[in-house]
């Protein structure tokens, strides 16, 4: 990844042309409920520490489609869906922040003439899909102006290195540009310890990072 693609790139990649994901120990399954419009919607909670983070996925409950996920106050909302290789993908994809658009994508494929294995996994994607990232051994947040217990999450994407410093950070979104700078600085400063694939050295990767901004 060049340091100078733009922010808005890693998120693209993550949303389309489909999202991925999969519940895990930290999550706890609160209800299944199905709307009147055909939708079955997961509610769960995502634990990390003391946080207790809300979310819901919601499924077409006919076909299966993947019509929307909410992670905390971010949203991902997919429509118009087409087929392609034996699966189904959103032509229209949303990022929502509580109640504000920041993203869409309208997305179509078009295969030509490429080699039968192209959609296919990389065998070197394969080799380290249990590849081990490292919790940060480091995370200073911004301190508390004020009583106020609003908070403002600023949400970054950067490069954790192979030697666990963090590189290249960029803002997700616009919404609050006066924090920008103040949340690089402090992501600049997070340290994670190395990963590794198949127990040796592994290289770098690309996660998200949320600075938490309470009181401002």
């Given at each position: ?16 042309p ?13 209800s ?8 079955r ?5 995502t ?11 919601c ?45 869409a ?11 039968p ?7 070197v ?20 102006q ?44 997070w340290t ?25």
């Open positions: 990844m060049e340091g100078t693609s733009p922010g808005f790139l890693p998120t693209i990649s993550q949303i389309a489909a999202w991925a994901g999969h519940f895990d120990h930290e999550d706890i399954i609160k299944i409920t199905e709307t009147s419009d055909g939708k919607c997961i509610q769960f909670v634990v990390f520490g003391d946080r207790r983070q809300q979310n819901e996925v499924l077409h409950a006919s076909n299966g489609w993947l019509e929307s996920v909410r992670i905390g106050d971010k949203t991902i909302r997919n429509s118009n869906f087409f087929s392609f290789n034996n699966a189904s993908l959103p032509g229209h994809v949303e990022q929502w922040v509580g109640d504000t658009i920041v993203m994508i309208d997305q179509t494929i078009v295969p030509k003439e490429y080699a294995d192209f959609f296919g996994t990389p065998r994607f394969k080799s380290c899909s249990v590849m081990t990232k490292r919790s940060p051994i480091d995370v200073p947040q911004p301190a508390q004020n009583p106020s217990t609003n908070v403002l999450d600023i949400e970054l994407n950067g490069v954790v290195t192979f030697d666990g410093r963090v590189t290249n950070l960029k803002p997700l979104n616009n919404l609050y540009p006066e924090l920008h700078r103040e949340a690089i600085d402090l992501v600049s400063k994670f310890a190395p990963g590794t694939c198949d127990g040796k050295p592994g290289g770098e990767w690309v996660p998200e990072f949320v600075v938490h901004f309470k009181g401002r």
